[in-house]
């Protein structure tokens, strides 16, 4: 599994949405179940998954599976 | 399962700006902050509106300062609930000392003059709890201080009670402290200079924990907005309030339960702790609230977080 399909299973086992529906464009506004509680728990994921750690300037941003990717890959995850 | 965005229905104030905003850098907060049955979003827009004004007066009338509010609330926002989950994992609080606090939270610009004061008060009208305890201190606190009372505010932080006094008893003889520079010059800015007439108000740099250079009885009424849980000894605060207090007068008082924030120290597990604890420094509870921030939870849970708000009084 390359590091773009572990981002995307990580986004849809938690908002429960297919991993075939998620792009980059996808955002909070296009997936219902993305609430506080999940938002929580996907920084909490995604830290584990990747082995990084966010700030809260760059979580404010997390608004589009697209911003998430690119703030993991200034971090130094390859996609 | 995707769906089409969700449209804010609101459109014609500095409020529904704010809302509308907050749909727009963050669509999930905007949805937890509007869809909270238990105080509709309708009752907290009056709140939002009458602080939006004020920040539109404090930034010369431009409204370039939506934007970045924004930001900071939802900075705040996203703070409490990461440090919400870290402390229901570790069962302890972020920082365990005040020194740890001035040097983080209160003396640092990129915290205090950064997002903190700014989204701490766009939280006043958002937060449903904010503004519970916030119309409790108009309804059940304020018609009982005098025109010309008196009053001694332990933590001015934004300045948000301060202008609710000021709009309700203009005449009153105010005097605020605060350890913070910049909550000062906040608060200043945003409760002082945007008062309709000239007011009896001063606020100094001081730690309230150092003691108060007032006499026994000073003071007709205190108002002290969530300290409690920023010191070390809330026992020694409760004492030097009560000493600088009328007999007969009374305090506003709030904090929280198991409630995490970045500059948050003292940590109380349940209700009745704070009960207790102000009853034995000989304060009365004449009226309080306990808020659990989830509504699903009780009141009487322990390790919950929840607001708590009181007004006491210094028995004759």
Redesign the interface.
Known sequence: MNNTEKLYKVVADLFR?EPA?LNED???????N???L???NL??ELEQTFGVEFD??E??DF?TVGIIKSTLADKGVEF | ??????KSPYADSLADEILEEIRR?????Y??TIHTPAVPIAERLPALEQIARRLCAMNGGARDWIAPAV?SY??LS??F??LQ?QLEQTGRYLLSSEREAQERVYNNEDVFGGYYLYGLLLSEALWPNHFTLNSHYRDHFLPSVRSDAHILEAGVGTGYHLALLLEARPACLYEGCDLSDYAIEFARRFAVAGAQKQTRTSIHKRNVMDGLPAADGTYDNIIMGEILEHVERPDRLLDETYRVLRTGGTMYMTTVVFAANIDHIYLFEHADEIRRLVTSRRWTIEKDWVLPVYPSDSPNAAKRPMNYGSVLRKPL
């Open positions: 949405v529906e996808s955002s909070q506004d296009t997936i219902p993305w609430d506080s999940g938002m929580v920084i909490s809260l300037l979580i404010a608004k | 399962m995707t769906r089409e965005p969700e850098q963050m669509p999930f907060l949805r937890a930001r939802i900075v996203l703070e609930l990461k989950r």
